[in-house]
Each structure stands twice: as C-alpha cells, then as structure tokens.
T-cell receptor, first 116, second 107 residues
C-alpha cells in the first residue's frame, strides 16, 4: 500500500510570492491534515480536511489556506510569503471519521520550503 | 488549551541500555495518544497509538503506557540500538505535539 506522498519535496521562493503544496493520502483515507514544523515552534497544526470540507483549523493567519478534492488529495496554499514561513510542511492522512475520532495518522515525507 | 511537554529534551545512552521517554499533557480528556519517531529532515513515522480506553501498547522493543488521570505517557525502549537514534514525539487528541526528545544511542 503506497504511503502518503507530498510534492514537491523542496521549494525555494522569495518574499511576497505564493506557493502551492500537494499531498496525496493513503488510498481509502479521507482525512488529511497539514502541519508546519520549524526549529523554534516545533510541529504546529494548520488545518484538517475531510470530504472536501475544512473541519478543523489551527492558529495561523489567513494567508494559509487549503482545499481537498473529491479523490481526497489535498493542496495547501501560502500567499504573500514571509521569511518566517520557511519550514518543513507535513501532511498526514488517517481513516478518521468523526470530528473526535482520531485514528492513527500517517505522515508524508514533507515539503521543505525556503523563503529568501 | 492542551499543553504537551516532553522530558528530557535530549538523551544520550550507550547501546544496549533500556530507556524511558516521558510525555505529559494538561487536559486528560484525550481520545488517544500517538508516539512517533522523526529522523533528521524526514517525515514522522508512527510507532504506537494508544486509545483512551487502553493502558498500554507494545510493538517489538517498544512499549508505550498511558495514564490519563495523571496526564502522562511513557515510551519504553528496550535494548537500545544505534538505529534508534532519532527524535521521538508524542501527540495527543487533536494532534497537539510535544517538542520531542532527541535520542542518541552510541555504539
């Protein structure tokens, strides 16, 4: 069974640009969550999508957005990039069904975003 | 707001030692707790998932326990090996993560 895949693996952008990251979950997983990992803040939850709907959201500015397609693939977008957005962006998928039903999460390898 | 703390932040042990990593959380109303390992620059690998109704889970040399009443979980690694060197993270409920414990196992 293929794992969670993320593309691209590495990305370099300049301040003010926007970026779109992609995540393909494990087949059959309908829940996709996104996380930002930095040395200073650690792993922080961005948002979660389930059946094309955002069900949960972390404490990030509106520049961070996402969407999920009917095949459960998800994208996240960051507009007007800032230097502080440099991070490893991870997505995870699970068979989670209900809002409070957190099944085991499986993570992708991440996208390393560098903002210059 | 759930706060997750992992102690120690870093640990270095000689190969073969048994060791315990700690995870504490402030809100005991959690649904489950999951332990992960992360190798440098890589994604997270799930190690063990403990549902709120369970007390412990075992996989090979790993054993994780959960005590909701005291807000604590431990990850026990038996007979450590250099390949166990990684950062270990715990995540509770709505995927709030601790800062992790960086483990180094010296040959």
């Amino acid at each position: 069974k293929a794992g969670v895949t993320q593309t691209p693996r590495y990305l370099i952008k300049t301040r003010g640009q926007q970026v779109t990251l992609s995540c393909s979950p494990i087949s059959g997983h309908r829940s996709v969550s996104w996380y930002q990992q930095t040395p200073g803040q650690g792993l922080q939850f961005l948002f979660e999508y389930f059946s094309e709907t955002q069900r949960n959201k972390g404490n990030f500015p509106g520049r961070f957005s996402g969407r999920q397609f009917s095949n459960s693939r998800s994208e996240m977008n960051v507009s007007t990039l800032e230097l502080g957005d440099s991070a490893l962006y991870l997505c995870a998928s699970s068979t989670k069904l209900g809002l409070a039903d957190y099944n085991e999460q499986f993570f992708g390898p991440g996208t390393r975003l560098t903002v210059l | 707001k759930q706060e997750v703390t992992q102690i120690p932040a870093a640990l270095s042990v000689p190969e073969g030692e048994n060791l315990v990593l700690n995870c504490s959380f402030t809100d005991s109303a959690i649904y489950n707790l999951q332990w992960f390992r992360q190798d440098p620059g890589k994604g997270l690998t799930s190690l063990l998932l403990i549902q709120s109704s369970q007390r412990e889970q075992t996989s090979g040399r790993l054993n994780a326990s959960l005590d909701k009443s005291s807000g604590r979980s431990t990850l026990y690694i038996a007979a450590s090996q250099p390949g166990d060197s990684a950062t270990y993270l715990c995540a509770v409920g709505d995927m709030r993560f601790g800062a992790g414990t960086r483990l180094t196992v010296k040959p």
